[in-house]
């Protein structure tokens, strides 16, 4: 069955890095664009990023172009989710997302939290 896996998350202080990975599985990772987004306590969850199949065509939302960055490895099954210049209101569960079959997959989140 489809399963996402993310990791990465950590507590980093204002201004600083980290780098947040989802391994996938069941299903045909290259074939399908895969997104990522986030959740703060009491918020909808947001949509951040999505990468093309082959990762050639990024898409960002607002909040963090310029900042994030999504890239895809199809050897390894992984999307990646670098996140640059952290702000405290980043600070969130983060998600990565397939629609396999046109349904929607989500993984346990990672949680990242930015505070001095």
């Known amino acids: 069955q489809v399963r996402l896996v993310e990791s990465g998350g950590d507590l980093v202080q204002p201004g600083g890095s980290l780098r947040l990975s989802c391994a996938a599985s069941?299903?045909?990772?290259?074939?399908?664009?895969m997104r990522w987004y986030r959740q703060a306590p009491g918020k909808e969850r947001e949509w951040l990023a999505r990468?093309?199949?082959?990762?050639?065509?990024?898409e960002y939302a607002n909040s963090v172009k310029g900042r994030f960055t999504i890239s895809r490895d199809n050897g390894k099954n992984t999307v990646y989710l670098q996140m640059n210049s952290l702000k405290p209101e980043d600070t969130a569960k983060y998600y990565c997302?397939?629609?396999?079959?046109?349904?929607?997959?989500w993984g346990q989140g990672t949680q990242v939290t930015v505070s001095s």
């Open positions: 997302n397939a629609r396999p079959g046109a349904r929607d997959y």
């Open positions: 069941g299903f045909t990772f290259s074939t399908y664009a």
């Open positions: 990468i093309s199949t082959s990762g050639s065509i990024t």
